[in-house]
């Protein structure tokens, strides 16, 4: 087909031959890319950091709240947070793939689709993370509630592993839709019920001194969601992209 | 190098495409026409594996689709009327994003040659938010050639750009072809691509109503030959 590719200014590039090292490396790229866009905008980390902490701001003078009632109100205060503030995350995150047509231009790349989405997942979840890094110290000052808990910390790792992995697949089927901005939360509340009302237990059970064997039902329930979705999204979504 | 075989795509009850048929031999440069719904874009995205045709045979590059879509993309270059680059990345950046994305090897070395190619290696280091649309539009052919494609699929590359911008995107579209490349692009402005396809193909109602080559069509000129396919 080539007229003759030594006198081609764009010699024939050859690919990695190693499908394994191309999808992660795909990942890689992925994260690298959402990172570096974000180093440079601050679009998506400045409005979710925002909204947190207008978030716990409101709680603390809305409720106005005891010292016992305070420990006993605080994760669920803290789950409904980080839940609001993930779903500005995970919307901002598809739009701006959406923008420019670049979504179409990921589904392009020669690469299982998963590689997408598990490069879109480890994005969203080191958004939600720092969010989070950031939201824990304010609330521990504003409600002067001890939140340094391993356990907590444990528990705040595995919900926004378990939430990430539904967001990250429902917002790319909401991306896809005009009413976008409106069809995420209406299609993720009602699947990641499970996961807030486990998180909401586990992290009362820590703060409340519970004992470990207590709370293991609950992280139990919190690691098999992550898995388990993890797991469809890796299968379907290469259906859920496609037109 | 494009083999299409009664491609029938339907949106719910809505049928785009009607048993379509399709063929480009390898190196030809084919402008598809039509006007606005007709379903050139459709038939691009479905040529790209961005949507499952309802039915029909398609084999880009030797490769099947849907079932070798993989191997399809990695033989295929698409340029649309959206620049698919990131804002928030400089030029050199998202080449080199791409260039990962398509596992390409001496990566560093490729960005340069295709920055050169397209004229903007001294806009390497800007960001593409600050880029006029003809410089994304050109920075746009260079992700798509960036792998070395063998097909590149241009959907109204032209869109939004001024008489200049054209022009050089022209120029650049010339020049990818020159290194023979299979070249389908569609459009619906016919003194755009007079003179840089070499076949003519018109898509009406979802099927394939006239093909020709540019000799055939110099002879009573490229808006007759539109106008009588059309009318078929």
């Given at each position: 087909?080539?007229?003759?590719?030594?006198?081609?200014?764009?010699?024939?590039?050859?690919?990695?031959?190693?499908?394994n090292?191309?999808?992660?490396?795909s990942?890689?790229?992925?994260?690298?890319?959402?990172?570096?866009?974000?180093?440079?905008?601050?679009?998506?980390?400045t409005?979710?950091?925002?909204?947190?902490?207008?978030?716990?701001?409101?709680?603390?003078?809305?409720?106005?709240?005891?010292?016992?009632?305070?420990?006993?109100?605080?994760?669920?205060?803290?789950?409904?947070?980080?839940?609001?503030?993930?779903?500005?995350?995970?919307n901002?995150?598809?739009?701006?793939?959406?923008?420019?047509?670049?979504?179409?231009g990921?589904?392009?790349?020669?690469?299982?689709?998963?590689?997408i989405?598990?490069?879109?997942l480890?994005?969203?979840?080191?958004?939600?993370?720092?969010?989070?890094?950031?939201?824990?110290?304010?609330?521990?000052?504003?409600?002067?509630?001890?939140?340094?808990?391993?356990?907590?910390?444990?528990?705040?790792?595995?919900?926004?592993?378990?939430?990430?992995?539904?967001?990250?697949?429902?917002?790319?089927?909401?991306?896809?839709?005009?009413?976008?901005?409106?069809?995420?939360?209406?299609?993720?509340?009602?699947?990641?019920?499970?996961?807030?009302?486990?998180?909401?237990?586990?992290?009362?059970?820590?703060?409340q001194?519970?004992?470990?064997?207590?709370?293991?039902?609950?992280?139990?329930?919190?690691?098999?969601?992550?898995?388990?979705?993890?797991?469809?999204?890796?299968?379907?979504?290469?259906?859920?992209?496609?037109? | 190098?494009?083999?299409?075989?009664?491609?029938?795509?339907?949106?719910?009850?809505?049928?785009?495409?009607?048993?379509l048929?399709?063929?480009?031999?390898?190196?030809?440069?084919v402008?598809?026409?039509?006007?606005?719904?007709?379903?050139?874009?459709?038939?691009?995205?479905?040529?790209?594996?961005?949507?499952?045709?309802?039915?029909g045979?398609?084999?880009?590059?030797?490769?099947?689709?849907?079932?070798?879509?993989?191997?399809?993309?990695?033989n295929?270059?698409?340029?649309?009327?959206?620049?698919?680059?990131?804002g928030?990345?400089?030029?050199?950046?998202?080449?080199?994003?791409y260039?990962?994305?398509?596992?390409?090897?001496?990566?560093?070395?490729r960005?340069?040659?295709?920055?050169?190619?397209?004229?903007?290696?001294?806009?390497?280091?800007?960001?593409?938010?600050?880029?006029?649309?003809?410089?994304?539009?050109?920075?746009?052919i260079?992700?798509?050639?960036?792998?070395?494609?063998?097909?590149?699929?241009?959907?109204?590359?032209?869109?939004?750009?001024?008489?200049?911008?054209?022009?050089?995107?022209?120029?650049?579209?010339?020049?990818v072809?020159?290194?023979?490349?299979?070249?389908v692009?569609?459009?619906?402005?016919?003194?755009?691509?007079?003179?840089?396809?070499?076949?003519?193909?018109?898509?009406?109602?979802?099927?394939?109503?006239?093909?020709?080559?540019?000799?055939?069509?110099?002879?009573?000129g490229?808006?007759?030959?539109?106008?009588?396919?059309?009318?078929?």
């Open positions: 087909m080539r007229p003759d590719s030594t006198s081609s200014p764009l010699p024939a590039q050859k690919s990695s031959s190693r499908p090292a191309s999808y992660i490396k990942i890689g790229a992925i994260l690298w890319k959402d990172l570096a866009a974000e180093v440079r905008s601050r679009e998506l980390l409005a979710m950091l925002v909204f947190a902490l207008l978030v716990i701001l409101i709680f603390n003078f809305a409720l106005d709240l005891d010292a016992a009632t305070r420990r006993v109100a605080t994760p669920g205060i803290l789950w409904a947070t980080f839940a609001f503030a993930g779903t500005l995350g995970l901002r995150s598809m739009a701006l793939e959406k923008d420019r047509g670049c979504f179409d990921l589904l392009l790349a020669p690469v299982d689709r998963s590689a989405y598990f490069g879109k480890i994005s969203n979840l080191v958004f939600m993370l720092i969010v989070e890094a950031v939201v824990l110290p304010v609330y521990s000052v504003l409600y002067n509630t001890n939140l340094f808990n391993p356990g907590l910390v444990c528990v705040i790792l595995l919900g926004s592993l378990g939430y990430v992995a539904v967001g990250t697949l429902l917002s790319s089927m909401a991306v896809q839709t005009r009413t976008r901005d409106v069809l995420l939360p209406i299609l993720l509340f009602p699947v990641i019920i499970p996961i807030l009302i486990a998180a909401v237990k586990a992290s009362s059970g820590f703060l001194g519970v004992a470990l064997a207590d709370n293991m039902p609950y992280i139990n329930l919190l690691l098999v969601y992550a898995v388990i979705f993890t797991a469809v999204a890796f299968m379907v979504f290469d259906y859920v992209v496609e037109e | 190098m494009i083999v299409v075989k009664k491609l029938v795509k339907r949106f719910g009850l809505k049928t785009v495409l009607r048993g048929n399709f063929e480009v031999q390898d190196g030809e440069f402008a598809l026409l039509g006007p606005n719904g007709s379903g050139k874009t459709t038939f691009l995205r479905i040529l790209s594996s961005l949507a499952r045709p309802t039915s045979e398609i084999s880009v590059a030797g490769f099947q689709l849907p079932d070798q879509a993989s191997a399809v993309r990695r295929l270059g698409v340029v649309s009327h959206l620049p698919l680059l990131y928030d990345l400089t030029a050199e950046e998202n080449l080199h994003f260039g990962k994305m398509y596992a390409v090897s001496n990566l560093n070395q960005i340069d040659q295709v920055l050169e190619l397209v004229g903007m290696l001294t806009h390497r280091r800007e960001l593409i938010r600050t880029f006029s649309r003809g410089m994304q539009q050109r920075l746009a260079g992700r798509a050639t960036l792998h070395d494609p063998q097909v590149l699929l241009l959907d109204e590359p032209h869109t939004g750009l001024d008489q200049d911008a054209c022009g050089m995107l022209d120029h650049l579209l010339r020049e072809s020159g290194q023979g490349r299979t070249i692009l569609t459009s619906h402005d016919l003194s755009r691509v007079e003179d840089l396809a070499t076949r003519f193909d018109v898509l009406s109602q979802g099927v394939i109503t006239a093909s020709a080559g540019r000799i055939d069509v110099r002879r009573n490229l808006a007759e030959f539109y106008r009588l396919a059309l009318a078929n």
